[in-house]
């Protein structure tokens, strides 16, 4: 198992805590994930509380490398919340609290349709109880190597049409950030 965060602190805590326990096999590194090697291929990678495209980063990440599952619970979902730019949707973004909710759940969508855009099956749970954490969501992506070429194409075509809804002609601008 290899773990990777960019903050010194959570990957020295993470080494205290496995030399405590005695667990072997386990790797731990202060890195960026996008600096991780394309030509390795985990078969699980695990994004817990990644913060705004941070989130999408590592999906994004893991994609690439060839992740048969994916399982990420979202942090923060701010991106989206600062550059909504939807007239048909103001509504609801004029109240903070309503705009904060539905940017929550528009990202999570758009995360688990591009998903699917790349051969996974997909879909969001709840991952504990709500007294836990307000943030408990998970996303869950499973390769399906049999899914068509068609079923890929049109799902990358609802997710471009979803960006473009959301974010007008700035959609672009997010894929960069998130490549």
Known sequence: MTCIDLKRDVIDFCEKIRTELGYGGMKFITANIKDTPKNSHP???ISLHACDIATDIVINTAVLMGAKIILSTPCCHNYL???IDNKELGFVTR???LRDKLC???TDALRLKRLESFGY?????ELTSPDNTPKNTLLR??????MSESKKQS??????DALKFILSD?????LKEID
């Open 141 to 146: 992506a499973i390769k399906d190597e049999n």
């Open 121 to 125: 099956s997909v879909t969001a749970l």
């Open 81 to 83: 919340n600062k550059r």
């Open 95 to 97: 109240f903070p609290k």
């Open 170 to 174: 700035k959609w672009e601008d997010y």
């Open 104 to 106: 929550e759940a528009i």
């Open 155 to 160: 799902a990358k075509s609802e997710y471009e």
């Open 43 to 45: 078969d699980m990678v």
